[in-house]
C-alpha cells in the first residue's frame, strides 16, 4: 500500500468520526500547547534577563576591597582600605583589555529640597566614565566635569526616582538641593532605568563626583557609611552652608589598626575608594581584563608572590550565568511537567486506538478478507495515531501561541517564538502517535481474520 | 484443469486439550465457470470449509490447490495476496465500511495491492463495477442510505473489482427479502454466465442452492454428495464420499 494511500485512508477512517478523533486528540492538543507556551515564555524571561543584565552596564568588572582580618576577626567584605584613585589611573593605562574604569564611594545620607526630603538608595561620588561603563545616558542636562571631580565641585546627577519625590517631576536642572548641609547643583537628570534583577530600582540614585561626596558628604569610608553612627550626625553639631568639610572628625588618613599597620608595611594612600568598576571591551575579553586588572593592582599594593590578593574583581556573567540556570531550571521543570501531560494524552490515544481496534474488528476482518496483509493493517492503525497525534501537535502550536500572545498582551510578560520547541513539538508528538498506536495497531494486525469477520 | 481442487483435507480445532475434528478429510474439485452450492447444517463444518476454500485458513492436513497455486504451503502474506487477486467475498451482512460512499467501499480493496493504477484509474475501475451491478446512479451514497439489495451489490461490485476469478458468496440472501434475494441470486447467475466468474454459494437454503449448478452437500465434517463435477470425477475421491453427483456437471465454459 502506498504511503499517501494509506494517509488518505486513515484520513477517512478518523473523520469517520470526527468528534471523538478531536477528544482523543486534546491530551496532545493541551501537552503541546503547554510545551510551547511554556518555552515561548521561558525564552521571553531569558531574553528580558539578557536585557535587564545590559541595564546594569555590559561587561561591568567590580573591583572591591578585600576583607581585612585581625587575629581571627574578620571585619567583612571591603574593610580592607587598598583601593586608591590611583588605582584607577594605572588600570586604565595599563590594562588594554579595560574599555573604562571608574572608582566609586558611596553614602547614604538625606538629601532636602524646599519643604520635602528624601533618602536614595544609593549615592555614588564618582567620575564621569562611570556613566558610560553603566550604558547610562543623561536625559537632561548634562553630566559633571573632570574637573568637577578634581575640585570636589558642588554638583550632581539625579535619577528619575529622586526628580519625582524632590521636584515632583518639574525640571531639577540648575536648582540646589542639600545634601547634609552641604549644597549641591543638580545639573544633570539620568535617563530612566528601571529596576535591576534583584529588584533595586536603578533610577533611585545620586551621582557626584567622588571628591565631592568622599570629602564633603560621607567623610568616611564604607564601614561607617550606612551607621547611623556617631560623631558624623550634622544636627547635633552647628554646621553652616560656609563650612565646605563638615564632617571634620574625618581624618584623611583612615585610621588602621595596629595589625593592619604591621601586616602592611607600606606608606599609608591619601585616599581609598569603596569600589572600582571598570568595563571590559567585549564579553570575551573579560577574563583578560580580569588578569590584567589583578596583575596591576598586585603591583601597586606590592603583593609577594603567594601572598593572597587584597581585593576581588567580580564580573556579572557569574551572576549571569547563575541567573540564567535558574530560569533555565524552571523552563526544564515546566517542560517536564508538559512532558507528563503529552504522556497521558498519549496514553488517551492509546485507550480510544484500543476502542476502536475492537469496535473496528468486522472492518479490520474484512479488509484482510480482500488482501490486507497484517503489516498493512498494522501501518494503517499506526499511521492513523500518528495523524491524530500530528494534528494534535498543529493544533496545540496554535494554542500554544494564542495562549504566549495573550499572556504577552494581558500580563505584559515578554515572550518569545521559539522554533526549537515547534520542531520538538512535532516531532514529540509524532513519537507519542507511534509508542502509543503500535500496541493497538499491533493488536489489530494479530486479529484472525475468520474471528474478525464474525465478531458482533 | 480445475480452478479448485481440495484432496483429503482435515482441520482439527484444539480448545484447551481436547481436539475437535470438524473437516475429517474433504476432497472435492470445482471447475472453472462452475456455480457451485455448499450446503449443510450448522455444525456441518461448512463455514470452516468456506474458510479453508477462501484461503483465510489453512488446513490441518491434506492439500488444496487453488488456480495452480498449493495454498496450504503459503504464508499468510501470500494467503492474503492471493484473496486479493483471485477471491471476491461476499458476506451476509454486507460488510460495508460505514460513512464511506459506495465508490470508496468498491475502490477498497485495490488500495492494497493495485499499486500500478493512479488514484484515476483506480476511481474509473470502481465505476465501471457499480454500474456493472447495476448502481451507476448510487456511487456517492453512503450504505446507510442504501437498501438491503443495493448494499449488497455494493458488496458484490466490491468483490469484482480485481476480476477474481473466484466469488464466494456467505448466504449472500440470509439478509434480505425474498424479492430481492431473488435479484441477486439472479445476478450471481448472470455474472457466472456471462462473465464465466467461478461462484461458490455457501447456505442452508435449499431454494437458494437450486440457483446453482450442482450442490455439494457436506454433513458433519464429511462431504456426502457432489465432490466432484462428473466430468472431473476422480477416484481417490475419498471413500466415504462417493456418491456420485445428484446433479448434471456444471459446464465447463
Redesign the interface.
Known amino acids: 500500500?502506498?504511503g499517501y494511500?494509506t494517509i488518505r485512508?486513515a484520513m477517512?477512517a478518523l473523520l469517520?468520526n470526527p468528534l471523538r478523533a478531536m477528544l482523543t486528540t486534546l491530551g496532545i492538543v493541551i501537552g503541546v500547547g503547554s510545551v510551547i507556551a511554556m518555552m515561548e515564555i521561558g525564552e521571553g524571561a531569558s531574553t528580558a534577563m539578557a536585557k535587564s543584565f545590559a541595564s546594569m552596564g555590559a561587561n561591568v568588572l567590580m573591583v572591591m576591597p578585600g576583607t581585612a582580618a585581625s587575629g581571627g576577626i574578620s571585619f567583612g567584605g571591603g574593610s580592607m582600605t587598598t583601593l586608591t584613585p590611583d588605582d584607577c589611573t594605572e588600570i586604565a593605562k595599563r590594562c588594554p583589555s579595560v574599555r573604562l574604569v571608574a572608582p566609586t564611594v558611596r553614602a547614604r545620607t538625606q538629601l532636602v529640597y524646599g519643604s520635602r526630603n528624601w533618602v536614595p538608595s544609593s549615592m555614588y561620588g564618582t567620575t564621569p566614565t562611570y556613566l558610560g561603563i553603566r550604558d547610562w545616558t543623561v536625559s537632561e542636562g548634562k553630566c559633571f566635569t573632570d574637573s568637577d571631580v578634581q575640585t570636589g565641585g558642588q554638583v550632581c546627577l539625579l535619577g528619575q526616582t529622586i526628580v519625582r519625590e524632590l521636584f515632583d517631576g518639574l525640571s531639577p536642572i540648575g536648582k540646589e538641593i542639600r545634601v547634609k548641609n552641604v549644597s549641591m547643583r543638580v545639573v544633570g537628570v539620568l535617563g530612566p532605568k528601571g529596576s535591576n534583577m534583584m529588584g533595586m530600582d536603578q533610577d533611585d540614585i545620586v551621582l557626584a563626583p567622588w571628591k565631592t561626596i568622599k570629602y564633603r558628604i560621607s567623610g568616611s569610608p564604607l564601614q561607617s557609611t550606612n551607621q547611623s553612627a556617631a560623631g558624623n550626625s550634622s544636627s547635633s553639631s552647628i554646621n553652616t552652608l560656609s563650612n565646605v568639610y563638615p564632617s571634620e572628625a574625618t581624618s584623611m588618613y583612615p585610621a588602621q589598626s595596629a595589625v593592619q599597620q604591621a601586616d602592611n608595611p607600606m606608606p599609608v594612600r591619601f585616599a581609598n575608594v569603596d569600589q572600582i568598576q571598570a568595563s571590559a571591551r567585549s564579553a570575551a575579553e573579560i577574563p583578560a581584563a580580569i588578569d590584567e586588572m589583578t596583575a596591576v593592582l598586585r603591583d601597586r599594593h606590592h603583593l609577594r608572590e603567594g601572598e593572597p590578593d587584597d581585593f576581588n574583581i567580580h564580573d556579572m556573567t557569574e551572576m549571569a550565568s547563575a541567573f540564567s540556570e535558574n530560569t533555565n531550571t524552571m523552563t526544564n521543570l515546566l517542560l517536564a511537567v508538559a512532558m507528563i501531560s503529552l504522556v497521558v494524552g498519549g496514553v488517551g490515544i492509546m485507550n480510544i486506538m484500543l476502542v476502536s481496534v475492537t469496535e473496528r474488528t468486522?472492518?479490520i476482518?474484512?479488509?484482510?478478507?480482500?488482501?490486507?496483509?497484517?503489516?498493512?493493517i498494522l501501518r494503517q492503525f499506526l499511521v492513523e495515531a500518528v495523524v491524530l497525534c500530528l494534528v494534535g501537535g498543529a493544533i496545540g502550536i496554535l494554542i500554544g501561541q494564542v495562549v504566549s500572545y495573550l499572556v504577552w498582551r494581558l500580563k505584559h510578560w515578554p515572550v518569545e517564538t521559539s522554533p526549537t520547541a515547534m520542531t520538538a513539538a512535532v516531532i514529540v508528538s509524532a513519537a507519542v502517535g507511534i509508542l502509543f498506536g503500535f500496541y493497538p495497531a499491533w493488536k489489530a494486525s494479530r486479529l484472525d481474520?475468520?474471528e474478525a469477520?464474525r465478531y458482533e | 484443469m480445475e480452478l479448485i481442487e481440495l484432496r483429503d483435507i482435515h482441520k482439527t480445532y484444539h480448545i484447551g486439550d481436547i481436539a475437535v475434528p470438524v473437516l475429517k478429510g474433504v476432497s472435492l474439485a470445482i471447475a472453472r465457470g462452475e456455480m457451485v452450492a455448499l450446503m449443510g447444517v450448522s455444525g456441518s463444518g461448512k463455514s470452516t470449509l468456506m474458510?479453508l476454500l477462501?484461503c483465510?485458513?489453512h488446513p490441518s492436513f491434506g492439500e488444496y490447490w487453488l488456480d495452480g497455486d498449493a495454498v496450504s504451503q503459503l504464508s499468510?502474506?501470500q494467503r492474503?495476496?492471493l484473496?486479493?487477486?483471485k477471491l471476491g467475498?461476499v458476506?451476509q451482512n454486507f460488510?460495508l465500511?460505514?460513512?464511506?460512499s459506495a465508490l470508496?467501499n468498491v475502490s477498497?480493496?485495490l488500495?492494497?495491492?493495485a499499486?500500478h493504477l493512479s488514484e484515476r484509474q483506480m476511481r474509473r475501475r470502481a465505476e465501471e463495477v457499480l454500474r456493472h451491478v447495476g448502481l451507476g446512479d448510487r456511487m456517492d451514497h453512503e450504505p446507510s442510505q442504501l437498501s438491503g439489495g443495493q448494499q449488497q451489490r455494493v458488496a458484490i461490485a466490491?468483490?469484482l473489482v480485481?476480476n477474481p476469478p473466484l466469488l464466494f458468496a456467505d448466504e449472500p440472501t440470509g439478509n434480505l427479502d425474498s424479492h430481492t434475494s431473488e435479484e441477486v441470486l439472479a445476478m450471481f447467475q448472470e455474472l457466472n454466465r456471462r462473465d464465466g466468474i467461478t461462484i461458490i454459494l455457501v447456505t442452508h437454503d435449499a431454494n437458494v442452492a437450486a440457483y446453482a449448478r450442482r450442490t455439494i452437500h457436506i454433513h458433519d465434517g464429511l462431504i456426502v454428495d457432489g465432490s466432484f463435477g462428473g466430468a472431473v470425477g476422480r477416484a481417490d475421491g475419498g471413500a466415504r464420499a462417493a456418491t456420485p453427483p445428484s446433479l448434471p456437471p456444471g459446464g465447463a465454459k
Open positions: 500500500m502506498k494511500r485512508t477517512k469517520r468486522r472492518e476482518g474484512l479488509r484482510m478478507s480482500v488482501g490486507a496483509r497484517s503489516r498493512d481474520p475468520i469477520l | 474458510n477462501g483465510l485458513d499468510s502474506d492474503a495476496m484473496r486479493n487477486k467475498f458476506f460488510n465500511l460505514p460513512r464511506t470508496e477498497m480493496p488500495t492494497y495491492t499499486s466490491r468483490a480485481n
